[in-house]
């Protein structure tokens, strides 16, 4: 268990420790009403609000404990996240592959009950709503972390780069959404670059550190909150002591509103059974709770990337001879500085990437921490790490702990064991690994149904197919198939990727029926749409494909943009079809169905040997590959030519 998880489960008390306030703790939350209210305002009278700011100074806090109880107090409706990763890990990623998974776990975390395959405009849009008098009313919604989403290069750049754009295009049609995106400091240019490339007007909403009197009146009433009997000056003791050594120095300074949070608590646990008192020596109290505290992250950050503790002292020594230059990460260590940035012990300098201490009283504890704590390694500790290492694209790692947590004692449960696994299907899936990640979903499927779970052994089974389909075993997918159709129910999810699935087997009947069912109970479901106005476009029904490629508010995909140029061009031959295959083969080189596509436009319009050519490519590629029923058809062209 990680120790955010173990402060969650702590009696309340008048300080949070390390995580986040959340609106549960708004009434220990003090220090910040000019800034909540000057967030809120600029979140109601706004389009797009940025709220940036470095490192744990706060901004999630800002946004849970105070800027979304403001509005919801007046009967606002707000999506937010609830603390979900930007992956998501309930939903095999075979199931719907050609989905962005970016916007599917955004749209899960401001709606957690709501089933996968919406885009984000169309969410917006079922939660749009008027007032008693007619008049709209406002949709509030946030995106927390959005560094995440900025941060280059990897395989999956471009699909966090597409949700951005979703999240963009949204503001630039008409309606009443308020979006609110946060962001650290070292990512405050490049978005405000970006926001600027797109003409988008926003408020910006700057967030600093406490000021001295701020921070000991947040200590004060937070003590007073739970009945603790002032001594006086109390409060402003602790502040003193985390601001002399901050810039100013001498106590009119600032203060690290996270230091302070994690000085309170050692304090208040270590002296409440007794006196109920921070009385002490507020200094020596906080270096102890600092020592901790940095302790703590510095286990976790090397049992969670797989390094020696030895080999991360090292680099953060020489961060701290650095001063304020700085150091890179070293070789295979980028996930473990992000991780001791999200343990607030470092911020990362804008420019050149390079991380220095996040504040100088952690000098001292990141130069001597003391004894490292030792870090649970039971099957949901190493399950935890392994999700988050896939979310910062480290999949050889995340294995690595998939496979120690289902090695780990006492024994997984049938339905503990079957998220692990299928987490490992969906690593070998990401590699390309397709009978691996085959046969993985199928250990999970049975693991899913031992433990009575009838909707996930769906799931999985579809996985299965779509990994069987991708390496062209068309009769084992087939016979996988028949068993999950059965389990479908009315899971639109699973529908949407039954229909998939079937579409790729060749099954294009079953499939627009399927997703017919879908699309009359949910009309919302963005991925069911286009997969049901790709296979028409593909089966020659230009007129319906278009009626379908045509209502979607996201940003297109190759596949989608390569199917409405191929409808264009059955329908008419006119339109922006050539813009929309230059642009689709550009992102899509080697995707059988884009370039099957583009040869077909080519050859309506007349041009046998590029439409040739192309086909060529089509029965060649592999990312994806072209369903095996669409074969025949390439190799009819590229002979034509």
């Known amino acids: 268990m990680k120790q955010d998880d173990i402060d969650r489960e702590k009696p309340p008390g008048p300080f949070i420790g390390s995580r986040p306030f959340r609106a549960l703790d708004r009434l220990f939350f003090h220090g910040r ?53 930007w992956s998501d890990a309930g939903l095999p990623a075979a199931v719907l592959p050609d989905q962005n998974p970016y916007t599917r776990a955004l749209v899960s975390s401001w709606d957690p009950d709501g089933p996968p395959g919406r885009s984000v405009a169309d969410l917006v849009r079922a939660r749009a709503r008027a007032d008693r008098y007619g008049l709209p009313v406002p949709v509030f919604a946030a995106v927390d972390r959005l560094e995440f989403l900025l941060r280059p ?60 009197r701020a921070a000991a009146d947040a200590v004060d009433r937070s003590l007073e909150r739970v009945g603790h009997g002032l001594d006086p000056g109390q409060g402003r003791l602790l502040a003193r002591a985390l601001a002399a050594a901050a810039p100013g120095g001498d106590g009119d300074g600032t203060v690290d509103p996270g230091l302070l949070q994690l000085a309170g608590r050692a304090m208040w646990e270590e002296r409440a059974d007794r006196d109920r008192s921070l009385s002490g020596d507020p200094d020596t109290d906080t270096d102890r709770a600092l020592r901790a505290h940095t302790a703590r992250v510095l286990a976790e950050t090397a049992a969670e990337c797989l390094l020696s503790p030895r080999a991360l002292r090292g680099w953060l020594d020489r961060v701290l001879v650095s001063g304020d230059q700085g150091m890179r990460p070293f070789r295979g260590g980028e996930n473990a500085a992000r991780a001791l940035q999200d343990g607030h012990l470092l911020t ?116 299965q197919a779509r990994c069987l389909l991708l390496a062209r075993d068309r009769p084992a997918a087939l016979n996988v198939l028949g068993a999950s159709a059965g389990r479908a129910g009315t899971d639109p999810g699973l529908q949407t990727g039954l229909g998939q699935a079937l579409w790729h087997a060749g099954q294009a009947e079953s499939a627009l029926d399927v997703l017919d069912r879908v699309l009359a109970r949910d009309a919302t479901s963005t991925e069911a749409r286009r997969t049901r106005g790709e296979i028409l476009a593909d089966q020659g029904e230009a007129a319906s494909a278009l009626r379908d490629l045509e209502r979607l508010r996201t940003p297109d995909s190759p596949s989608t943009r390569t199917a409405r140029a191929l409808a264009q061009a059955t329908l008419s031959g006119v339109g922006t079809w050539s813009e929309e295959l230059d642009e689709a083969l550009a992102q899509a080189p080697d995707s059988g169905p884009v370039l099957l596509r583009a040869a077909r436009v080519r050859r309506l319009r007349g041009d046998r040997d590029l439409a040739a050519r192309l086909a060529v490519r089509a029965v060649r590629a592999h990312h994806p590959p072209l369903p095996p029923h669409q074969v025949s058809t390439a190799a009819r062209l590229s002979e034509e030519g």
């Not at 979140?43 to 797009?48: A, F, K, P, S």
């Open 33 to 85: 009403e000019k800034e909540t209210a000057e967030l809120v305002s600029a979140w109601r009278n706004h389009r797009l609000t940025v709220l940036h700011g470095d490192t744990g100074v706060g901004k999630t806090s800002l946004l849970h404990a105070g800027a979304v109880p403001a509005i919801t107090d007046r009967a606002g409706e707000v999506l937010a996240d609830g603390g979900r990763r």
């Open 348 to 463: 990362r300098h804008h420019a050149d990437g390079a991380y220095v201490v996040r504040h100088p009283r952690l000098a001292g504890p990141l130069a001597s921490p003391g004894r490292l704590p030792e870090i649970p390694r039971d099957a949901g500790a190493h399950f935890s790490f392994a999700c988050r290492n896939r979310e910062q694209g480290d999949l050889p790692v995340a294995r690595e702990h998939a496979r120690r947590a289902l090695a780990a004692r006492p024994v997984p449960r049938s339905g503990g064991r079957a998220r692990i696994v299928s987490l490992l299907g969906d690593l070998a899936f990401q590699e390309g690994d397709l009978p691996s990640a085959a046969r993985l979903y199928q250990e999970a499927a049975g693991l899913w149904a031992s433990a009575g779970e009838g909707t996930a052994v769906g799931y999985v089974l579809v996985a």
């Open 153 to 212: 290069g990897g395989a999956d750049e471009q699909s966090r780069r597409d949700l951005l754009e979703e999240l963009f295009s949204c503001l630039e049609e008409p309606g009443e959404l308020r979006l609110l995106l946060c962001v650290r400091a070292d990512h405050w240019d490049e978005l405000r670059g970006l926001l600027d490339k797109h003409a988008l007007r926003f408020a910006e909403v700057s967030l600093g550190p406490l000021s001295v």
